[in-house]
């Protein structure tokens, strides 16, 4: 399984934007092969910070999801909604 934790904050004025983007990111990105999660959260305390959870059964499915449209509107458009560049990190799950 390979897991993305990506962090945003997000300048006020775009916040609806940016949710109407991630939105469709959410809807999209749930129906294509080897997603298993993908999750928009808010943090409670800075309520224009939000965090990406994505898992995907394998580098294959992810790399699919990278040339995907709607991927690559989000990666065209995001970071004119946000204060500096999105800020993606890469995890692979350990098994015990």
Known sequence: MVIL???FDVKQ???GAFVKLMH???VESNKEKGCTLYQLHR???EPLSY????HWETQED??????SE???HFDATVNDYLYS?????????IDF
């Open 5 to 7: 934790n990506v962090f």
């Open 13 to 15: 004025e775009n916040e």
């Open 24 to 26: 469709h990111m959410v």
């Open 43 to 45: 943090n409670v305390a």
């Open 51 to 54: 965090n990406l959870i994505e």
């Open 62 to 67: 992810l790399d699919a999801h990278a040339k």
């Open 70 to 72: 709607h991927w690559k």
């Open 85 to 93: 560049n999105y800020d993606e990190h890469h995890y692979k799950e």
